[in-house]
């Protein structure tokens, strides 16, 4: 058979009716005929199809599964042992705080040589004890505080304080029955300076107490300062901020976020307001004790 005929249909199909890479396949294919299920080569015999041999499927081996015992009502399982428990023996509780007891304050003059008005001993005093219970305070004693407990009572009973708390000792401006007025030259207190030095270096912080307007706070500042009571201008002043604003109050605020250890006055309702309200002398005298124990009577500080 002429390879030519079997060619030109090809051509001819491929030029009319097909396209793209179909059309592009086509001449290839004019090296050899297409016959039915037969291709043949250029010298018109049918080449021979080598069909490549199959490859054998692999054998997959079975695997052996273990066989599990399993468990009936005649099989005995055999008991766990006890695991051993370590008993820890509790800790002992550490022993409590021990009571702050205050060593006697002497009625003498801290050195003959140097005697002291009643004033100065009674700020010589204060500042002892303030001193001393700080250092109390450092070694864990549990501090009693110089406001009391109850709010009503008279029976002398005292707030303790917290071993973080800061100390403070408070000191009352006004004279007996007024109101402190600042001197614009005040008069240098080197003695009491001293004492407030003394009560700095143990950690103890200084608060003023007034019924004075609070708009004169920069006036009672400056006269500390002047005076050597707060020569850094870093002591607490506590003035009156409207008419309802009692010192009691003010007393109070301030022991609640501080333990204020002594308070120093030149009369006893400078302590605590309910001595405005006792009916007589025996009224308070559960509080007495508490005088030259945590509440002093000084002189007057130096004003107008």
Do not use: H
């Not at 205050?102 to 001193?131: E, K, N």
């Not at 700095?200 to 009571?229: K, N, P, Y």
């Not at 607490?236 to 333990?259: F, P, V, W």
């Amino acid at each position: 058979m002429d390879k030519r005929i079997v060619v030109l249909p090809l051509a001819l199909l491929a030029g009319t009716t097909l396209s793209g890479c179909v059309a592009a396949a086509i001449p290839a294919l004019a090296g050899s005929a297409m016959f039915g299920t037969r291709v043949l080569d250029r010298d018109g015999k049918v080449a021979s199809a080598v069909a490549a041999a199959p490859t054998p499927a692999s054998v997959i081996k079975p695997v052996q599964v273990p066989t599990l015992p399993v468990m009936t009502a005649d099989t005995v399982t055999p008991a766990l042992a006890p695991v051993p428990v370590a008993i820890i023996p509790k800790a002992p509780l550490p022993d409590p705080a021990p009571a702050w007891v205050m060593p006697p304050v002497s009625a003498a003059d801290p050195d003959p040589a140097w005697p002291l008005t009643s004033g100065q001993l009674s700020f010589a005093r204060f500042v002892r004890y303030a001193q001393t219970s700080a250092i109390g305070a450092k070694s864990g004693a549990d501090l009693p505080s110089a406001i009391l407990s109850d709010p009503i009572a008279l029976d002398g009973k005292r707030r303790r304080c917290a071993a973080d708390e800061q100390q403070i000792a408070l000191i009352d401006l006004d004279p007996a029955g007024g109101i402190f007025a600042p001197s614009a030259t005040p008069t240098k207190q080197p003695g009491l300076a001293l004492g407030l030095a003394v009560l700095r270096e143990a950690g103890v912080e200084i608060a003023w107490l007034s019924d004075l307007s609070v708009i004169e706070s920069g006036a009672v500042r400056t006269m500390l300062e002047q005076a050597g009571l707060d020569p850094r201008g870093e002591d607490i002043i506590s003035l009156r901020r409207n008419e309802a604003d009692t010192k009691q109050q003010r007393r109070d605020n301030l022991a609640g976020i501080t333990c204020i250890i002594a308070i120093a006055g030149d009369e006893r309702a400078d302590f605590d307001d309910r001595y405005n309200y006792l009916r007589s002398s025996e009224s308070g005298e559960d509080l007495e004790p508490i005088i030259g124990n945590g509440w002093f009577l000084i002189e007057q500080l130096p004003g107008k």
